[in-house]
Nanobody, 125 residues
Framework: QVQMVESGGGSVQAGGSLKLSCVAS????????MGWYRQAPGKERELVSI???????TYVDSVEGRFTISQDSAKNTLYLQMNSLKTEDTAVYYC???????????????????WGQGTQVTVSS
């Protein structure tokens, strides 16, 4: 059973682009807030972006204007388009869903959240 499965990570030079995909269960696209976190080595997990059920999007300041979150419910896929990548964007990226609290739950992750397995993004100078 599909819950959340990421793909699209890889290695890129600074200034380049990557597009992450997260195939998720169909019900999440009508019932859950969805989004992306990242965790760099030796650092805490960081919220990157959220998309609410109504389509409202939110970004952390460090990626605003460079990253775009979107979803295609027909393909059951959540995306994160990452442009103008910087070395500090290097991290494991995780997609997640909060089907209890929605988008607001992303600011304080709870055990009920659903997570993907993560995909590595490496940006070199």
């Amino acid at each position: 059973q599909v819950q959340m499965v990421e793909s699209g990570g890889g290695s890129v030079q600074a200034g380049g682009s990557l597009k992450l995909s997260c195939v998720a269960s169909a019900y999440m696209f009508v019932s859950c807030g969805m989004g992306w976190y990242r965790q760099a080595p030796g650092k805490e997990r960081e919220l990157v972006s959220i998309i609410a059920v109504d389509g409202t999007t939110t970004y952390v300041d460090s990626v605003e204007g460079r990253f775009t979150i979107s979803q295609d419910s027909a393909k059951n896929t959540l995306y994160l388009q990452m442009n103008s990548l910087k070395t500090e964007d290097t991290a494991v990226y995780y997609c997640a869903a909060d089907c209890l609290l929605g988008a607001s739950g992303f600011h304080m992750p709870s055990p009920h959240m659903i997570w993907g397995q993560g995909t590595q993004v490496t940006v070199s100078s």
